[in-house]
């Protein structure tokens, strides 16, 4: 079974600064997908940014971007200039076609910025 | 924007007494997801629906949890009878395309369920 592990339960940013978010995980498989998921207090999750794993460049998505280090089986998500309402907790995912594509979540980081 | 709806949004109830949650998917989604979220972990699904056909129901607790999606459009989860552990927040997603793929998922607000 896959799974996925972000190591880090909490982090803190100050506004207008970068931080990264660590997510590792485990797959015998080749072909799979991989996201960050942002979920903020009360309000439902929103997908931040996604990336395929036959895909070498990493994907961006405005401030956000990932480093996807297949070999590592590491998807690390870096927030630059970090704004208050980047406060969330993050999660990242795995899927692929074995389980039906449902996602396959980290435990989640908990993103404080501080103004 | 299209949303997906989720109803109720906060339910509290007593152990042994029987809880449905209904969910609305993005109008023509044809993959409907149900997780499961315990406070401070990761969701986990529970069931995942293509149409009407249920894909995988593997990690749903038959004995108590339910779920249909009788005409391949909206869903009903229920627990009967619900248990202290059942205390979780149950999300629904909906994805545009047969079998999820490369699709994003799209969530509902959840539904927040207690059990005294």
């Known amino acids: 079974a896959q799974t996925v592990t972000q190591s880090q339960p909490e982090m803190s940013v100050q506004e207008a600064e970068t931080v990264t978010l660590s997510c590792t995980y485990d797959t015998s498989e080749s072909d799979y997908y991989l996201f960050w998921y942002k979920q903020p207090p009360s309000r439902q999750m929103i997908l931040v940014i996604r990336?395929?794993?036959?895909?070498?460049q990493n994907a961006t998505e405005n401030r956000f971007s990932v480093n996807f280090q297949k070999a590592a089986k590491s998807f690390s998500l870096k927030i630059s200039d970090s704004q208050l309402g980047d406060a969330a907790m993050y999660f990242c995912a795995y899927s692929n076609s074995n389980s039906g594509y449902a996602l396959n979540f980290g435990k989640g980081t908990s993103l404080l910025v501080t103004p | 924007e299209a949303e997906v709806a989720q109803s109720p949004r906060y339910k509290i109830t007593e152990k042994s007494q029987a809880v449905a949650f209904w969910c609305d998917p993005i109008s023509g989604h044809a993959t409907l997801y149900w997780y499961r979220q315990i406070l401070g972990q990761g969701p986990e699904l529970l069931v995942q629906?293509?149409?009407?056909?249920?894909?995988?129901d593997s990690q749903l607790p038959k004995d108590r949890f339910s779920a249909e999606r009788l005409k391949g459009v909206d869903s009903t989860l229920k627990i009967q009878p619900a248990e202290l552990g059942d205390s979780a927040m149950y999300l629904c997603?909906?994805?545009?395309?047969?079998?999820?793929?490369?699709?994003?998922?799209?969530f509902g607000p959840g539904t927040r369920l207690t059990v005294l």
């Open positions: 629906f293509q149409d009407e056909s249920v894909v995988d």
């Open positions: 990336q395929e794993a036959y895909k070498q």
């Open positions: 997603a909906s994805s545009p395309g047969k079998w999820g793929g490369t699709d994003t998922q799209y």
